[in-house]
């Protein structure tokens, strides 16, 4: 089966300005993350969708940050304006619903905000 | 709040023996999911390994096997007969059952295998 695509593979911006990066889960894959990898840390969760609905976005920015997900499928996290500590990997991973372990991740974007 | 803690930024191994990584966690749940990830530069995360915490056996995947102590709350990974493929970061992880199931993750450890 196809993996979770993410586009684009890297990225890089000027403080202030905005981004997004675009997300396609695995087919039937309920549920869709957004975490933010910041370098030597672990990655950390940003947003979670149930079908099209938000189930925790408890440590998004929302100031800055917004997500959506279309018709349950594809997925868009947008930052605007950005700041330097914005500067990560962002990974995508889908998992067929609540109560199931079968995570898998994309390759991540990684931005760079200078 | 979960929390989990490597303490070992970065660990290295000669090929073929054995290396295990450290992991603890902070919970007070009693159902949960711990699992191990690796990452190499490609960045996506790979599922190693991963363990249900009423299961008293540990899991076990070929060269990967995990020492899990509910009551200490720790939870460590063996890499026998460590191969150069090997080599990368490895991110111990938490997750409830129930609620928004996501994982929360340790700050990772670097690993390298030497040939």
Not at chain 2, 9 to 26: H, I
Not at chain 2, 37 to 59: D, G, H
Request: hydrophobic letters at 35%; charged letters at 20%; proline letters at 4%.
């Amino acid at each position: 089966e196809a993996g979770v695509a993410q586009s684009p593979r890297y990225k890089i911006i000027e403080k202030r300005q905005s981004v997004a990066f675009w997300c396609n889960p695995i087919s039937g894959h309920a549920t869709l993350y957004w975490y933010q990898q910041i370098l030597g840390q672990g990655p950390k969760l940003l947003i979670q969708f149930q079908n099209n609905g938000v189930v925790d976005d408890s440590q998004l920015p929302k100031d800055r940050f917004s997500a959506e997900r279309l018709k349950g499928v594809d997925s868009t996290l947008k930052i605007q304006p950005a700041k330097l500590e914005d500067s990560a990997v962002y990974l995508c991973a889908s998992s067929p619903g609540v109560g199931g372990y079968g995570y898998t991740f994309g390759s991540g974007t990684r931005l760079t905000v200078v | 709040a979960q929390t989990v803690t490597q303490s070992q930024p970065e660990m290295s191994v000669q090929e073929a023996e054995t290396v295990t990584l450290s992991c603890t966690y902070d919970t007070s749940e009693n159902n949960y999911y711990l699992f191990w990830y690796k990452q190499p530069p490609s960045r996506q995360m790979i599922l190693v390994i991963r363990q249900e915490a009423y299961k008293q056996q540990n899991a076990t995947e070929n060269r990967f096997s995990v020492n899990f102590q509910k009551a200490a709350k720790s939870f460590s990974l063996k890499i026998s007969d460590s191969q150069l493929g090997d080599t990368a970061m490895y991110f111990c992880a938490f997750r409830t059952q129930g609620g928004s199931e996501k994982l929360v993750f340790g700050k990772g450890t670097k690993l390298t295998v030497n040939p």
